[in-house]
DNA sequence: ACTAGTCTGTACCGATTGGTACAAAATATG
DNA sequence: CATATTTTGTACCAATCGGTACAGACTAGT
């Protein structure tokens, strides 16, 4: 039933850079041609709806990532500390230490976020909802480990902005660090 | 020497809710057009250099706003803690309780930031700046000052993200609390 | 009322936008 | 090798992009 030649999953990590550097809007499938290499025909080949199932593909990708990479060991691990502390890791990895934005934070703050609202909306209620589980798990108590939870995903989001702003991954460096340690002091309701 | 209309002023309020919605690729003359009522030849009269200069002088705007309502009490007020209060309310309607985004934020998430650099890094440094010295006013040690300053301006834009990602203001309220409360403890360093 | 300066609507520009059509090329399967 | 399918480059499309030109309508000071 024909082998693909592993090309569709392959554009899907360079998509997301574009539109990490420039937005959905500002995202011009000229520059998509020049940086994946491929031609229009191969790109509405692979996606037929254009740009919108670039950007649908690209979320369905990092949804997946988080599933795998921090929602999962969130959930798995016996040891939810070290859950938690692989989990900040893992951001740490995929945000490139502040170096690169989140998509589905630039997503949310234009009217981009109303053409892929639910996938907006489930990529934060899953990171957050998983998180406050684990955090209940390690001692906290259920209210003070939604807050928490809360707390530390927007600080995430908060770091990425504000490093980028001052053009400073230290800045995404302290936050990491300031969050994890509040992440480590469980407290009751 | 010709007393304006009081139009470009006027105008400038308009755009920036325009860009807000939009971000700055996504905002075409088309729809400013459109919602300001204004037709190319006096939106170019009062911006000869089009999109840039409208960005430009809404930033420009939106410092001022922050100079004249957040930065000057927080340096002015003879209790640090009133100002730090007084930010949180200066905040909460600016951002209209979460249903607004920050401007300056979007910007510096795509390649904006590169067109705006030195407005997008001083907005911020601002912030953090006078943030930092009335929390170390109000008792905090100089370095736990500057973390705090940080964790909270990050912690607001985080807010943003996360409140609009949801669509719900009640997360930024949330987060508006809790870094109320946060910066209010002070701790030496 | 006259005039100088400010403001604005309209028509227009070349470039680029996202998207389609389709024949040729490449590839996989029999 | 033959054939069916997938992949690709190219040419093309109408619509919109940001921006300019400019004549005419305003407005203010005299």
Known sequence: MVRKLAERGDVIPVLAEIFREHGFAGTSL?????????????????FPNGKEEMAK?????????FEA???APLRESEDPAAGIDHMFKAVVLFFQSGRRVCLVGSFALDDTRDRFASE????FAAWTGVLAATLKRSGFGAKA????????????????????????????AR???????????????
Not at 178 to 187: M, T, W
């Open 57 to 65: 593909a690209i979320l369905d990708d990092v949804a997946g990532w």
């Open 175 to 189: 936050a990491m660090k300031r969050l994890q340690q509040r992440a480590r002091v469980a407290y009751a309701d």
């Open 145 to 172: 480990a939604r807050e928490t939870a809360e707390d530390v995903v927007a600080g995430i989001q908060g770091a990425l902005v504000l490093a980028r702003a001052q053009d400073d991954p230290a800045v995404f």
């Open 69 to 71: 990479n921090v929602f």
């Open 30 to 46: 000229s520059v998509i041609t020049d940086r994946t290499g491929l031609g229009k025909g191969s790109l509405y080949h692979f």
């Open 120 to 123: 907006v909306q489930s990529y």
